[in-house]
């Protein structure tokens, strides 16, 4: 993490860096403790027109609305209740753990996660590991209590955690790509 940020200081002397903190300045994004080190645009919101990055690395956005913060909450699931339904993009998040076969945890620590749920038949064309780095077009999904041990989540798992969450992010297996 130092290391990826002392790089970042290191690689941008003198192009985007400058004006993207600038244009930053009043931006939402820093609310995740992980924001400091990848925000170079500043942006919160998705943009089709970035290259693919949806805003900044490290995010999951639904609408103008940056999901991963609202799952750390003591109460997330009023906060997550708020873009349910919504498409949401993942952008160069991290997959944090893959306790099913179907399923994983992305975000940046163990309170500031969500589950996506893949779907879609047959096999998915990229095998998903721990310590990757996704991108993904899915949707903000709520779900009954009971959900985690409907994909095979234990206790250790997060199960208590998915459950309090009640939402999760559906993404079509096709939609998932190692990001760049």
Partial sequence: MIGSLLLSQCGDDGDSDTSGSSAGAGSSASTSPESGSTSRSGLSTASPNDGGA???PGTITAGDTSVLPLTAGADPA???????????????????????????????????????????SGESPYQVQEGDTVDFQGTVVAHSPGFAQQVGLEVAEGAAQLDA????????????????
Avoid: C, M, N, Y
């Fill in 54 to 56: 949806s805003g900044q």
């Fill in 78 to 120: 009023p906060a997550l209740a708020q873009v349910s339904g919504q498409p949401a993009q993942g952008s160069a998040v991290q997959v944090l753990s893959v306790p099913a076969d179907e399923g994983f945890w992305v975000g940046t620590s163990d309170t500031e996660r969500i589950w996506v749920q893949l779907t879609g």
């Fill in 165 to 180: 969450q009640g939402h999760h992010l559906e993404v079509d297996k096709t939609s998932v790509t190692l990001a760049d």
